[in-house]
Structure formats: structure tokens, C-alpha cells
């Protein structure tokens, strides 16, 4: 597992903050319950440490890259610049196991200016469980500029080839090209 990009560094008022981030299954075999811890440094110290909130896709395939943020509930020692992020990832073996992770096939997802809205469907073959994440992630050209998650509108299990629906608030920040995921948990 290797960290391919990073986004700027996304704080709120409240001093917390997210690091979106790329990131490259380099293994051979499909992994699921990726999770990362990440730190930051400056000049060797250590200023800030904090974790994943969930990753998009669910599975990702050896070779296939995959978004996340780390969430940092102190900021307020990280400089502007001259930053070190550092990372490490768990992961579980891709399967269909009682509450591993579970792709959903996103059908539709459309920018209507403030809410990215769409839906997915459960083509795993296999029933699903709530909650269903719904990750969202947006770019200013080629960078990555921002993240957030959100949840479906559905909470409740479904069967195979079941939808779920979702409508997500972009509170007013720019993303005309963007990326989402979707993902439960295999019952």
C-alpha cells in the first residue's frame, strides 16, 4: 500500500482537519477494511497524528487506486508549509465475510451546483448491511482538492441488485469533476 497524492491540508474553525489522499493497492491479492493512520511532522517533530475515516472503493484490486482522508483533531501546530505526512495502512483480505466491506456499483452521480445526488446498486450477489458510506471526493483539475463522507439515504439491509440513493451537500465549495464511492457491509 503506497500514498500517491496528497490534497492541501482542509481545516475548519473549530481546529480540527482532513488530509484527503490517493492511494495504490501495490499488493497481489484484493484488499478490503483499508484503514491508515497518518502523522505530521516538521523538522522531525511530530505535531499532529490522526486516522481514516473509511476509504473508497470498499475492495480495491491489486494494482487499483483508492481515496481517503485522514482526520487531524488538532491542527493548530501544523505550519502552512514544510510539512511531513507519513502513513501506514491496514487492510483485510477481500471477501464476502460477515461484515467486510461491500462495493455498491455507483449508476448515477450528478453535480446539480450544491449537492452531488445519485444512487448505487448492490451487484455483489450477496444481501448488505447499513450503513451504506457514501464518499466523495473532488478535484480541481488533476489535483486532488477535497473530500468528505456522507451516508445513503437507506440504512437498512438489502438484497442483491437493490439500490440505495444519496444527496450530498457540497456547503458551497467547487466540484465540477469529482469521484464517489459507495460501500456497506457484507451480513
Do not use: W
Not at 487506486?65 to 493548530?76: K, Q
Not at 450477496?126 to 437507506?154: M, Q, R, W
Request: one cysteine or more.
Amino acid at each position: 500500500m503506497s500514498v500517491v497524492a496528497t490534497a492541501p491540508l482542509d481545516s475548519d474553525s473549530i481546529g480540527s482537519g482532513m488530509l484527503p489522499f490517493a492511494f495504490r493497492n501495490n499488493t497481489s491479492s484484493p484488499i478490503s477494511h483499508v484503514d491508515f493512520t497518518g502523522t505530521a511532522s516538521v523538522g522531525g517533530k511530530l505535531v499532529a497524528s490522526g486516522s481514516s475515516q473509511g476509504t473508497i472503493p470498499a475492495q480495491v484490486k491489486p494494482g487499483e487506486a483508492g481515496f481517503g482522508y485522514i482526520y487531524f483533531e488538532d491542527v493548530s501546530s501544523i505550519p502552512a508549509s514544510g510539512v511531513q505526512y507519513d502513513f501506514k495502512a491496514s487492510t483485510m483480505p477481500a471477501d464476502v465475510s460477515s461484515y467486510n466491506t461491500a462495493p455498491l456499483n455507483v449508476t448515477q452521480a450528478d453535480n446539480n451546483g450544491t449537492s452531488i445526488i445519485g444512487g448505487a446498486v448492490n451487484k455483489t450477489g450477496k444481501p448488505l448491511a447499513g450503513p451504506y458510506s457514501v464518499g466523495v471526493y473532488c478535484f480541481n483539475g488533476d489535483a486532488l482538492s477535497t473530500s468528505t463522507i456522507d451516508y445513503a439515504t437507506e440504512t437498512g439491509d438489502i438484497e442483491a441488485d437493490a439500490t440505495v440513493s444519496f444527496s450530498h451537500d457540497l456547503y458551497d465549495e467547487p466540484c465540477d469533476t469529482f469521484a464517489v464511492g459507495v460501500s456497506g457491509y457484507f451480513k
